[in-house]
């Protein structure tokens, strides 16, 4: 058995800090979505935006904003799907009166987003 030549072999991703930090926001504002809906809203409306907001933030990301998306879009649609998830744990934060949380979150999930959607363009 021989060895195939480096031009024959498959490329492995290169997974670098961004990314890394990117699926980390991508992680966190669901999380995050989770815990706003349970704690903010008033029984059975906490179940339902607890469990429901999550649900849906992750049927959109894996819709148009994944890697490997079911929908392929325009990088446009792409970046307002982005925006609204994001930007809705961004806001939940601020809603239950977090503003570190919010600032910090806000500051890597808009810096990440820029990187990695500049290099889509």
């Not at 815990?35 to 429901?52: A, E, R, Y």
Request: net charge neutral.
């Amino acid at each position: 058995m021989t060895a195939r030549p480096a031009a024959e072999q498959p490329q492995q991703p290169q997974i670098g800090v961004v990314d890394a930090l990117r699926f980390l926001c991508e992680v966190f504002a669901i999380v995050t979505l989770g815990i706003w809906g349970f704690s903010t809203f008033p029984f059975w409306l906490n179940i339902i935006v607890g469990i429901g907001a999550p649900v849906l933030a992750i049927v959109l990301w894996g819709l148009f904003r994944a890697p490997k998306a079911v929908l392929a879009v325009d990088p446009f649609v792409k970046a307002l799907v982005e925006i609204l998830v994001m930007g809705t744990a961004a806001y939940a934060w601020a809603d239950m009166h977090q503003w570190i949380i919010f600032g910090v979150f806000t500051l890597v999930a808009l810096t990440t987003g820029l990187i990695v959607n500049r290099r889509e363009f």
